[in-house]
């Protein structure tokens, strides 16, 4: 395909992906200098098409963004009255009491959201300043001159199955910038080109990551309190993995529940969607959805590494922002608030380079501000939760964590210094023979749903004819390494029912059936031979979240 000639477009500022940083990125660079040219690239069919996220939002990005929000309309109404943490048991739980937790950990004063609605309402106020945003373009290429990022491939579309031109082959544009801001979410495949090309992880903790799966469920309006935030640990989960729950009230009757386990899980038989659909079943969540519907489902890959996993963020001509640099605060469950502020940094930094007359170079001043200002603060207190909660378990983390984040709260000193993550979360994965299968319930169908079934309540959509997106660096090894020595954990893993080792007369087969991917990243993640390897496929594709 190097033969292909594309149109080229000029921009100051290039941003791809129209997530709560991306967006931030573009208002703020308007606001600054309404005579920049931005552009801004989303992959999903519309903004807000591929966001999922609890969501509880610290109004601390958007405060700084658009202080007015609330005269403007912004889709933040459900603020938060009540705050309950339970550990669960299997027929039980034991209530938290707020009191012992630092001030960080409340969620009063917060909002519960929707934040696929809330980048709808920024996309909104970035085009009334004129930013260029373009749905349902995916950015499939890097461009570089040298050493230097200079812009991205956009709108490939037409793919035959086998990566050659179709009848219909369109060759998308280059779209080319002084700056390019890569803000893809979550394991983005230009996010991760980049951090392997500089090797921006040198000297930093490997990423961690979780797995959260979310449903949205309509509920007897007699259980609906609006502004109740749950957050749960303990069961189903035990001692296969660390994770927890998540239950919070909107308006209209509807109640986000949401599931996340961290994938350093060691046994390779636990089922991560299995676990999420026994949660419903106990009886503090079963109560309150009994009698209701769910209307949505999805899931995404949430970064946890939190302070010491920051990569460098900068490299010539381009910058990470929000979940491409893993800016989530593992103990509070929001992240959304720093990808803006990353946002609003990395407009700065580019804003002041272009009106120095430089383009081209290294943001060194976002990376100041990421690694020195309200970001740092926000994250560096927290830094031995989830290290502490991966080595010691579940209560350890809590009382030891939680005296380490009380201090660092206090006096802004970490008694227990930095501790390290250790191994990725694939090199985490276990032989199957060292663990027990594990055996699931069947779903119900009232509560708890087969995953085929769920995938459809994601909306998603792929063209089958073009190149499957879920590339195998050696195609023999799901059957000749994963499958023997792993059981091949892909068939579990994966929420959306992607990956499947099927039976024939000539031995075990793998299957891709790509059309079920709902682009959580978790196959890139947690694959133990590091064998797949997640890519765009053609914009537009993928799920429809209508209001994650």
């Not at 309404?34 to 552009?39: C, I």
């Not at 034991?94 to 920024?122: D, Q």
């Not at 099927?502 to 059309?515: A, D, H, K, T, V």
Request: charged letters at 20%; one cysteine or more.
């Amino acid at each position: 395909m190097s033969e292909v000639e594309r149109e080229s477009m000029e921009y100051d500022v290039v941003i791809v992906g129209g997530g709560p940083s991306g967006l931030s990125a573009a208002i703020r660079l308007k606001q600054i200098n309404p005579e920049l040219s931005v552009v801004l690239l989303e992959k999903g069919s519309e903004i807000g098409a591929h966001i999922l996220s609890g969501a509880v939002l610290d109004t601390a990005g958007l405060d700084k963004l658009i202080p007015d929000w609330k005269e403007k309309g912004a889709p933040v109404t459900t603020e938060v009255t009540t705050d309950n943490f339970y550990v669960l048991g299997e027929q039980g739980q034991v209530r938290v009491p707020n009191w012992p937790m630092p001030p960080l950990m409340s969620n009063h004063g917060k909002y519960i959201v929707s934040m696929g609605n809330v980048c709808r309402w920024l996309a909104e106020q970035a085009e009334a300043l004129e930013v260029e945003i373009f749905p349902g373009m995916a950015c499939s290429q890097l461009v570089y001159d040298g050493q230097r990022v200079v812009g991205v491939v956009a709108g490939e579309m037409g793919l035959a199955a086998d990566g050659t031109p179709g009848p219909g082959y369109e060759p998308g544009m280059e779209l080319r910038g002084k700056y390019v801001l890569i803000a893809e979410g979550v394991r983005g495949s230009l996010a991760k080109e980049l951090i392997g090309k500089y090797d921006l992880s040198a000297g930093h903790d490997p990423q961690k990551f979780g797995l959260g799966m979310k449903e949205i469920w309509e509920i007897d309006p007699a259980k609906a309190k609006p502004g109740t935030v749950t957050h749960t640990m303990g069961w189903p989960l035990g001692n296969n993995a660390g994770g927890g729950s998540f239950i919070y009230h909107l308006e209209g009757n509807q109640v986000l529940v949401g599931f996340v386990v961290h994938l350093n899980y060691q046994n390779p038989h636990l089922y991560p969607y299995m676990e999420f659909q026994r949660f419903k079943h106990h009886p503090l969540v079963a109560e309150l959805l009994e009698g209701g519907k769910r209307v949505a489902y999805g899931a995404r890959a949430i970064s946890e590494g939190g302070w010491q996993s920051i990569p460098k963020m900068v490299v010539p001509g381009a910058a990470l922002l929000g979940c491409s640099a893993g800016l989530v605060n593992v103990p509070r469950i929001k992240g959304n608030h720093n990808a803006m502020l990353s946002g609003i940094a990395a407009a700065d930094a580019a804003a002041a380079a272009i009106a120095a007359g430089r383009e081209g170079d290294e943001l060194a001043d976002y990376e100041t501000e990421v690694r020195g200002g309200d970001i740092a603060r926000d994250l560096k207190p927290v830094r031995n939760v989830k290290p502490i909660w991966s080595r010691l378990g579940l209560w350890p983390s809590l009382a030891l964590g939680g005296f380490d984040m009380w201090v660092a709260n206090l006096t802004g000193w970490n008694p227990l210094g930095t501790w390290k993550h250790g191994k990725s979360d694939a090199a985490a994965t276990g032989k199957a023979a060292d663990f027990k299968p594990i055996d699931y319930p069947r779903p119900d169908g009232k509560l708890s749903f087969d995953r085929l079934t769920n995938v459809a309540f994601s909306f998603t959509n792929h063209e089958e004819s073009q190149p499957c997106h879920l590339r195998l660096k050696d195609a023999s090894i799901p059957i000749s390494v994963n499958l023997p020595l792993y059981a091949e954990p892909a068939q579990r893993y994966c929420p959306a029912g992607v990956y499947e080792v099927l039976e024939s007369p000539e031995g075990p087969r793998f299957q891709i059936n790509f059309q079920n991917c709902v682009h959580c990243k978790t196959c890139d993640i947690k694959d133990p031979s590091q064998n797949i390897n997640w890519t765009t496929p053609q914009g537009g594709d993928g799920p429809n979240y209508p209001n994650m």
